[in-house]
């Protein structure tokens, strides 16, 4: 038993094993329940299934919590994301919904480069607020959670939006090599988050910044533009999914648009095994935090849960999830399961600070 | 004006740490009406014994008696009940409540559960009477000083019929005049019959005020002194002691103040610097090549001087150049820039990342300097940190592992790696070896004579004397704030000058011993 553990370590210790064996148990349950759970056909050069429908659905969350795992790990936290993705998502409906031809390539980028544009002044916002001004993180981004609701009605004036713009549309339903474009956008985002992190120096500087602030800053490293920076990285990624969830449903509702994506992918974050406090992040783990949670999204309509009880079954299963990860429970488990058997070793305390 | 009897007396008191002896055969005594100073430098055990007497801690063995009855108390709180009362240096009040609910809070005045608030401000305006104070006792706390609100939380400690008052650091965020009302309302409460002890760095302070010195050093006591039969030097003396050197000896006999600096302009040139509550301003030059040492006592102004110089504070008055620089030093990367380093004291709130690596840690300095978007590639950064892990051996030589798993003479070690790295001109170390072994302190010596033998320039502070003066060309020496001399480190400077300036305040005048 112990040696089969001990072969084990380097597997079970690895930081993505956990929400990965999440991931694998969650689908087996769907696969136990459903049998054709897994079952993928191609239509049309399509492809069609539930995990295909995960996979699509998850993208806006994918590119919301990468961004949100760079807030959080400086230490900070975006709230503003949800109604950044209706803003952006509004100002690029309404610009199409205007144009004369909804269908003409040029009208459609031209929407996503004002409303892209727009994410990043607002991000811009958010970060003046917090590493120049220097509000609180959670205070600085509630401003704009609350007001850009009101800042989407003001474009939507109102009103939903409905658009009928075939290229649009593909942002969120189209496909490409018989895979969802969204499911591609939002791996691209990925891979380039990831080379902007660490091909350059970025991802460690902000992992300093989040971990220490202040030797951070006494090393010489200029952390307002780096907390600036990610701020504005976070609306990029917002504004993107802000496209998806938009074009899935070709209109633009500036109260429903991105609603409680930011708790969301909040959550995705620190499934992915982000701290909350700053420092270490894995954006690898963010991605997978995310399919967790669409799929137990996915999980609650297909299983026929009612929509009275369903987020109450999400959040059971959410608690489980973080428990499961938590070094101190399991170890805590594992000591009683096993009687007088002592557990790891306690991570070594810092030792007391002798006082004067 | 002292009592025969000892209100408080506390015997053989000892207290260990994992791994640190805090306390060791401590005894204590305190009559009414005196003000007792309670000396010794960091690690002492001054606040370890406070915090014996009011139950924080418990204690491995020793008696406290309190009006000749054996006492043992669980926490603050018990102990003030029993009379025994405690202000801290920071003063744990709460700013957004009135002046009246900081001195009730937790024990107001009640009728049937609801709070008496006529009474209560009724009361709160005697007590702060007493103290010949006159506030609005409904007003908010943060609007006053922060003298008036250490007043306050003296008057919600004498409020408890206290006999025993504690004031742990009272007065280090204090200008004179505060002191000077502080002062007052100790001699008051002291004339009163009130025993009071006073913990303070500053000499100064001692001796306008205290009756009465204990010393404590390492965790032992030193003795108990009248003041006026203790000269400062003495004091001083007693609390930094003579420790046999279980170091080897660096460059045998040869005085460090041999360098020639042939006239050469400095390399740093700090002009009238200095930072209100910090440090007095003063100038300081160092040259290429040059160990400049910085003594004092704790809280005399050490710290404050290095951060000064490389930014890390502002400057509200002179400025720092360097012979390169067109504009003055103002913010770490200004000094960064210029090649100036600086290891801070505090190595874990203001030096080491805890959860990145070994590696991470060591090139962050020099990353920052060459900005996010040009990254050290991977194997210059092997190169560099596997070098600087067998210079300096580094223990254990695992670059990836996270750099607080290491222990605190390899994380400083780590930190001066950071330094080495960006191959600075000028090096502050403060405090490079407290708290680490001695093997690794003897490591970093050495490092830092091999460092200015190879032309850089470093700035060295310690509360250690013998290792400022067996290191430094020269030593500049803080008292209260304020750098009141700069020796050179020639053959007719010793330790016992080095406390005399300290003690005194000026170089050559001789104190009665």
Same mark, same amino acid.
């Given at each position: 038993?112990?040696?089969?553990?001990?072969?084990?370590?380097?597997? /079970?210790?690895?930081?993505?094993?956990?929400?990965?064996?999440?991931?694998?148990?969650?689908?087996?349950?769907?696969?136990?329940?459903?049998?054709?759970?897994?079952?993928?056909?191609?239509?049309?050069?399509?492809?069609?299934? /539930?995990?295909?429908?995960?996979?699509?659905?998850?993208?806006?969350?994918?590119?919301?919590?990468?961004?949100?795992?760079?807030?959080?790990?400086?230490?900070?936290?975006?709230?503003?994301?949800?109604?950044?993705?209706?803003?952006?998502?509004?100002?690029?409906?309404?610009?199409?919904?205007?144009?004369?031809?909804?269908?003409?390539?040029?009208?459609?980028?031209?929407?996503?480069?004002?409303?892209?544009?727009?994410?990043?002044?607002?991000?811009?916002?958010?970060?003046?607020?917090?590493?120049?001004?220097?509000?609180?993180?959670?205070?600085?981004?509630?401003?704009?959670?609350?007001?850009?609701?009101?800042?989407?009605?003001?474009?939507?004036?109102?009103?939903?939006?409905?658009?009928?713009?075939?290229?649009?549309?593909?942002?969120?339903?189209?496909?490409?090599?018989?895979?969802?474009?969204?499911?591609?956008?939002?791996?691209?985002?990925?891979?380039?988050?990831?080379?902007?992190?660490?091909?350059?120096?970025?991802?460690?500087?902000?992992?300093?910044?989040?971990?220490?602030?202040?030797?951070?800053?006494?090393?010489?490293?200029?952390?307002?533009?780096?907390?600036?920076?990610?701020?504005?990285?976070?609306?990029?990624?917002?504004?993107?999914?802000?496209?998806?969830?938009?074009?899935?449903?070709?209109?633009?509702?500036?109260?429903?648009?991105?609603?409680?994506?930011?708790?969301?992918?909040?959550?995705?974050?620190?499934?992915?095994?982000?701290?909350?406090?700053?420092?270490?992040?894995?954006?690898?783990?963010?991605?997978?935090?995310?399919?967790?949670?669409?799929?137990? /999204?996915? /999980?609650?309509?297909?299983?026929?849960?009612?929509?009275?009880?369903?987020?109450?079954?999400?959040?059971?299963?959410?608690?489980?999830?973080?428990?499961?990860?938590?070094?101190?429970?399991?170890?805590?488990?594992?000591?009683?399961?096993?009687?007088?058997?002592?557990?790891?070793?306690?991570?070594?305390?810092?030792?007391?600070?002798?006082?004067? | 004006?002292?009592?025969?009897?000892?209100?408080?007396?506390?015997?053989?008191?000892?207290?260990?740490?994992?791994?640190?002896?805090?306390?060791?055969?401590?005894?204590?005594?305190?009559?009414?009406?005196?003000?007792?100073?309670?000396?010794?430098?960091?690690?002492?055990?001054?606040?370890?014994?406070?915090?014996?007497?009011?139950?924080?801690?418990?204690?491995?063995?020793?008696?406290?008696?309190?009006?000749?009855? #054996?006492?043992?108390?669980?926490?603050?709180?018990?102990?003030?009940?029993?009379?025994?009362?405690?202000?801290?240096?920071?003063? @744990?009040?709460?700013?957004?409540?009135?002046?009246?609910? @900081?001195?009730?809070?937790?024990?107001?005045?009640?009728?049937?559960?609801?709070?008496?608030?006529?009474?209560?401000?009724?009361?709160?305006?005697?007590?702060?009477?007493?103290?010949?104070?006159?506030?609005?006792?409904?007003?908010?706390?943060?609007?006053?000083?922060?003298?008036?609100?250490?007043?306050?939380?003296?008057?919600?400690?004498?409020?408890?019929?206290?006999?025993?008052?504690?004031?742990?650091?009272?007065?280090?965020?204090?200008?004179?005049?505060?002191?000077?009302?502080?002062?007052?309302?100790?001699? #008051?409460?002291?004339?009163?019959?009130?025993?009071?002890?006073?913990?303070?760095?500053?000499?100064?302070?001692?001796?306008?005020?205290?009756?009465?010195?204990?010393?404590?050093?390492?965790?032992?006591?030193?003795?108990?002194?009248?003041?006026?039969?203790?000269?400062?030097?003495?004091?001083?003396?007693?609390?930094?002691?003579?420790?046999?050197?279980?170091?080897?000896?660096?460059?045998?006999?040869?005085?460090?103040?041999?360098?020639?600096?042939?006239?050469?302009?400095?390399?740093?040139?700090?002009?009238?610097?200095?930072?209100?509550?910090?440090?007095?301003?003063?100038?300081?030059?160092?040259?290429?090549?040059?160990?400049?040492?910085?003594?004092?006592?704790?809280?005399?102004?050490?710290?404050?001087?290095?951060?000064?110089?490389?930014?890390?504070?502002?400057?509200?008055?002179?400025?720092?150049?360097?012979?390169?620089?067109?504009?003055?030093?103002?913010?770490?990367?200004?000094?960064?820039?210029?090649?100036?380093?600086?290891?801070?004291?505090?190595?874990?709130?203001?030096?080491?990342?805890?959860?990145?690596?070994?590696?991470?840690?060591?090139?962050?300095?020099? #990353?920052?300097?060459?900005?996010?978007?040009?990254?050290?590639?991977?194997?210059? #950064?092997?190169?560099?940190?596997?070098?600087?892990?067998?210079?300096?051996?580094?223990?254990?030589? @695992?670059?990836?592992?996270?750099?607080? @798993?290491?222990?605190?003479?390899?994380?400083?070690?780590?930190?001066?790696?950071?330094?080495?790295?960006?191959?600075?001109?000028?090096?502050?170390?403060?405090?490079?070896?407290?708290?680490?072994?001695?093997?690794?302190?003897?490591?970093?010596?050495?490092?830092?004579?091999?460092?200015?033998?190879?032309?850089?320039?470093?700035?060295?502070?310690?509360?250690?004397?013998?290792?400022?003066?067996?290191?430094?060309?020269?030593?500049?020496?803080?008292?209260?704030?304020?750098?009141?001399?700069?020796?050179?480190?020639?053959?007719?400077?010793?330790?016992?000058?080095?406390?005399?300036?300290?003690?005194?305040?000026?170089?050559?005048?001789?104190?009665?011993?």
């Amino acid at each position: 038993m112990n040696t089969v553990a001990d072969r084990l370590r380097p597997l /079970t210790g690895h930081r993505l094993f956990w929400p990965a064996l999440v991931l694998v148990v969650m689908i087996a349950a769907n696969t136990v329940y459903r049998p054709g759970f897994l079952a993928v056909e191609v239509k049309n050069g399509h492809l069609y299934g /539930t995990p295909v429908d995960i996979l699509r659905l998850s993208a806006p969350l994918i590119l919301v919590a990468l961004g949100m795992t760079l807030v959080i790990a400086t230490g900070g936290i975006d709230l503003s994301v949800g109604s950044l993705c209706a803003i952006s998502g509004a100002i690029a409906c309404l610009h199409i919904s205007g144009a004369a031809d909804q269908n003409s390539p040029a009208t459609v980028a031209t929407a996503l480069a004002l409303a892209f544009g727009a994410a990043l002044v607002l991000g811009a916002w958010n970060g003046v607020l917090v590493a120049v001004i220097g509000i609180q993180p959670i205070i600085a981004t509630l401003i704009l959670m609350v007001a850009g609701r009101g800042i989407a009605q003001l474009v939507t004036e109102g009103q939903i939006i409905t658009i009928n713009s075939g290229p649009y549309r593909a942002i969120g339903l189209g496909s490409f090599l018989t895979l969802p474009l969204a499911i591609l956008i939002a791996l691209a985002a990925a891979l380039l988050v990831a080379a902007f992190t660490r091909r350059t120096a970025l991802g460690l500087i902000v992992e300093s910044v989040g971990g220490n602030a202040e030797a951070s800053r006494l090393a010489g490293i200029r952390s307002r533009r780096v907390v600036f920076l990610v701020y504005v990285v976070s609306a990029a990624c917002a504004a993107l999914a802000g496209f998806m969830v938009t074009a899935n449903v070709s209109s633009a509702d500036g109260n429903a648009a991105g609603l409680w994506i930011e708790l969301d992918a909040i959550l995705a974050v620190v499934i992915g095994g982000t701290s909350l406090a700053g420092g270490r992040f894995s954006l690898s783990g963010t991605v997978l935090g995310a399919l967790i949670i669409q799929t137990l /999204t996915t /999980t609650v309509y297909a299983m026929n849960i009612s929509p009275q009880t369903s987020l109450l079954f999400k959040a059971v299963v959410v608690i489980a999830v973080c428990l499961v990860q938590a070094p101190a429970f399991r170890a805590r488990f594992r000591r009683r399961r096993r009687g007088v058997e002592p557990g790891p070793a306690a991570p070594q305390r810092e030792k007391e600070q002798v006082p004067a | 004006m002292t009592g025969d009897r000892p209100v408080l007396t506390m015997t053989g008191i000892s207290k260990t740490f994992p791994g640190v002896r805090a306390l060791h055969d401590v005894d204590f005594r305190l009559f009414p009406g005196e003000v007792h100073a309670l000396m010794g430098e960091n690690g002492a055990g001054k606040s370890t014994l406070i915090k014996v007497l009011t139950g924080v801690y418990g204690t491995d063995a020793g008696t406290v008696t309190l009006d000749g009855e #054996q006492v043992s108390f669980t926490g603050p709180m018990q102990a003030a009940a029993a009379g025994v009362s405690t202000v801290y240096q920071e003063v @744990n009040l709460c700013t957004n409540l009135s002046v009246a609910e @900081n001195i009730f809070i937790g024990r107001e005045p009640r009728r049937l559960g609801a709070v008496r608030w006529g009474e209560m401000r009724r009361r709160a305006r005697d007590l702060l009477a007493r103290l010949d104070l006159d506030l609005d006792v409904s007003a908010q706390l943060g609007t006053f000083s922060l003298a008036v609100q250490q007043m306050v939380a003296i008057a919600r400690a004498i409020d408890v019929r206290a006999r025993v008052l504690i004031l742990d650091e009272p007065t280090s965020s204090l200008d004179a005049g505060e002191v000077a009302q502080l002062f007052r309302i100790m001699r #008051q409460l002291r004339d009163e019959g009130i025993a009071i002890l006073f913990v303070t760095h500053f000499l100064d302070q001692v001796y306008g005020i205290a009756d009465r010195i204990t010393v404590l050093r390492n965790g032992a006591l030193v003795g108990e002194y009248r003041t006026g039969e203790l000269p400062q030097f003495s004091l001083v003396e007693k609390m930094i002691g003579q420790e046999l050197d279980v170091l080897e000896r660096l460059d045998e006999q040869q005085k460090r103040a041999t360098v020639a600096l042939d006239g050469q302009a400095p390399l740093v040139d700090a002009e009238e610097v200095g930072r209100r509550g910090a440090v007095a301003p003063f100038s300081l030059r160092i040259h290429a090549g040059e160990v400049v040492g910085l003594a004092g006592l704790l809280g005399s102004g050490r710290t404050e001087v290095a951060r000064l110089i490389f930014g890390a504070d502002r400057a509200d008055h002179g400025q720092v150049r360097t012979d390169g620089a067109r504009s003055p030093l103002r913010t770490p990367i200004h000094a960064i820039d210029q090649g100036i380093g600086f290891c801070s004291e505090n190595r874990r709130a203001e030096g080491i990342v805890p959860e990145l690596s070994v590696r991470e840690n060591m090139i962050l300095a020099m #990353q920052a300097a060459r900005g996010w978007l040009r990254p050290i590639p991977r194997r210059r #950064q092997d190169e560099l940190v596997q070098k600087y892990v067998e210079a300096l051996s580094i223990r254990p030589a @695992n670059p990836e592992l996270p750099v607080r @798993n290491l222990s605190g003479g390899n994380q400083q070690k780590v930190l001066l790696a950071r330094w080495l790295i960006t191959e600075p001109r000028l090096l502050i170390l403060d405090e490079p070896t407290r708290g680490i072994d001695v093997g690794a302190k003897a490591e970093i010596q050495k490092l830092v004579v091999q460092l200015s033998d190879g032309g850089m320039a470093v700035l060295f502070i310690s509360a250690e004397l013998e290792e400022v003066l067996r290191l430094s060309h020269r030593v500049a020496v803080m008292r209260d704030r304020e750098m009141v001399a700069q020796l050179t480190n020639d053959d007719t400077l010793d330790a016992d000058r080095v406390m005399r300036t300290i003690a005194s305040g000026t170089p050559r005048e001789e104190v009665t011993r």
